[in-house]
């Protein structure tokens, strides 16, 4: 019984600390809609078993009432949690999203490591813009030769589009709106994504007039998401779990399709 009980106290208060920290890392850290396409809801889920592990498991391994060192060995457990809990909550805080970017008709989710890479003017616009995870978007030349210049420039060496900084502008209503002029119908991506049946059939069920929505993808460091944006505003308001990167590229007769739309992360 007072293994149980001592079993029972060290997993009600894991509990509660690894709850704390979802709230942190689903509101703060990890908004939505970046929890999934940035693998912080796999490394949350190292967390949560690690602790339990290291936690009340141990404790009703070990815990016996009147046993010789039990103290020491409770001590050795929690002081193992702590570290290991302490290990992967910094590992959630260093990777988390500092900047979404929308460029060639895909958003792009920057840390810390793609924040070093944008370069002084991109840094110091990140800088002026509230919030985080910031939105911005590449503008680039609407003449043919200059984008052409543009993207022979990347197949020389220079950094992929959605990481020269100094292309960046604020993601304003205007350019959410253009976003969504640009995104995928869903009879587009149900056609050529097979795989994606399940989630576009869950989305079709909360929100019976698909004609409202177009779909973009979101590209994160671990994998890639199709978000769902109102087709007037241009704003986010659903997730489909599906890679959009699974299966051709999704495209319909009279709808343009990205240049890079059959690519990996990086556009050309």
């Given at each position: 019984?007072?293994?149980?009980?001592?079993?029972?106290?060290?997993?009600?208060?894991?509990?509660?600390?690894?709850?704390?920290?979802?709230?942190?890392?689903?509101?703060?850290?990890?908004?939505?809609?970046?929890?999934?396409?940035?693998?912080?809801?796999?490394?949350?889920?190292?967390?949560?078993?690690?602790?339990?592990?290291?936690?009340p498991l141990l404790t009703l391994v070990v815990?016996?009432?009147?046993?010789?060192?039990?103290?020491?060995?409770?001590?050795?457990?929690?002081?193992?949690?702590?570290?290991?809990?302490?290990?992967?909550?910094?590992?959630?805080?260093?990777?988390?999203?500092?900047?979404?970017?929308?460029?060639?008709?895909?958003?792009?989710?920057?840390?810390?490591?793609?924040?070093?890479?944008?370069?002084?003017?991109?840094?110091?616009l990140l800088h002026t813009l509230p919030g985080?995870?910031?939105?911005?978007?590449?503008?680039?030349?609407?003449?043919?030769?200059?984008?052409?210049?543009?993207?022979?420039?990347?197949?020389?060496?220079?950094?992929?589009?959605?990481?020269r900084g100094w292309r960046y502008r604020p993601?304003?209503?205007?350019?959410?709106?253009?976003?969504?002029?640009?995104?995928?119908?869903?009879?587009?991506?149900?056609?050529?994504?097979?795989?994606?049946?399940?989630?576009?059939?869950?989305?079709?069920?909360?929100?019976?007039?698909?004609?409202?929505?177009?779909?973009?993808?979101?590209?994160?460091?671990?994998?890639?998401?199709?978000?769902?944006?109102?087709?007037?505003?241009?704003?986010?308001?659903?997730?489909?779990?599906?890679?959009?990167?699974?299966?051709?590229?999704?495209?319909?007769?009279?709808?343009?399709?990205?240049?890079?739309?059959?690519?990996?992360?990086?556009?050309?």
């Amino acid at each position: 019984m007072a293994r149980l009980k001592a079993a029972s106290w060290h997993l009600a208060l894991t509990v509660v600390a690894l709850g704390a920290v979802y709230a942190i890392v689903r509101t703060l850290w990890y908004p939505h809609p970046l929890l999934i396409a940035d693998g912080a809801l796999q490394t949350y889920g190292l967390l949560a078993g690690v602790s339990l592990a290291l936690g009340p498991l141990l404790t009703l391994v070990v815990f016996r009432a009147g046993k010789k060192g039990l103290r020491s060995d409770l001590a050795l457990i929690i002081i193992a949690q702590l570290a290991a809990f302490a290990f992967v909550v910094h590992l959630l805080y260093i990777r988390r999203i500092q900047l979404v970017v929308y460029s060639q008709g895909a958003f792009h989710a920057l840390d810390a490591a793609h924040i070093a890479l944008i370069g002084a003017k991109g840094q110091a616009l990140l800088h002026t813009l509230p919030g985080r995870p910031a939105y911005v978007y590449v503008k680039l030349p609407h003449n043919k030769l200059a984008m052409l210049e543009v993207e022979i420039r990347t197949l020389q060496g220079e950094p992929p589009v959605f990481l020269r900084g100094w292309r960046y502008r604020p993601y304003t209503q205007a350019e959410q709106r253009k976003a969504a002029a640009q995104g995928y119908p869903l009879v587009a991506v149900a056609r050529t994504n097979h795989v994606a049946a399940s989630a576009i059939r869950r989305f079709r069920d909360d929100h019976p007039r698909l004609a409202d929505y177009v779909f973009v993808p979101l590209r994160g460091t671990y994998t890639s998401v199709m978000l769902a944006l109102d087709r007037k505003t241009g704003r986010i308001v659903s997730t489909l779990r599906f890679n959009p990167g699974m299966g051709n590229a999704p495209h319909a007769s009279g709808h343009k399709k990205p240049p890079h739309a059959a690519a990996g992360r990086a556009p050309a």
